[in-house]
């Protein structure tokens, strides 16, 4: 069993950035492949950016030269760095494990003036 933790979420003008955080604890960190999705109000959860096991890297075209997904075995953290923000990212982002099998409670990121 995966547990997993976001943190990082947060209030920002667009333009401005954030990082997302996903703590992990239990299973075998180093061999599941990791994502990040989100979900905006009156909308369908939609993926984000992934990494493999071997750390490498899918985005939406939405996202893509904008956020860059990344993990480090050794913390057994997943990250999200998201750059030039906009207010279409005002979502709730949800880190998964192992191919959707485990999630996290989610952190809402809202980007306004």
């Known amino acids: 069993q995966v547990q997993l933790v976001e943190s990082g979420g947060g209030l920002v003008q667009p333009g401005g950035s954030l990082r997302l955080s996903c703590a992990a604890s239990?299973?075998?960190?180093?061999?599941?492949?990791f994502g990040w999705y989100r979900q905006a109000p009156g909308k369908q959860r939609e993926l984000v950016a992934t990494i493999t096991s071997t750390a490498r890297t899918n985005y939406d075209d939405s996202v893509k030269g904008r956020f860059t997904i990344s993990r480090d075995n050794s913390k057994k953290m997943v990250y999200l760095q998201m750059n030039s923000l906009k207010p279409e990212d005002t979502a709730v982002y949800y880190c998964?494990?192992?191919?959707?099998?485990?999630w996290g409670q989610g952190t809402q990121v809202t980007v306004s003036s």
């Open positions: 998964t494990g192992a191919g959707g099998n485990y």
């Open positions: 239990g299973g075998i960190f180093m061999l599941y492949d």
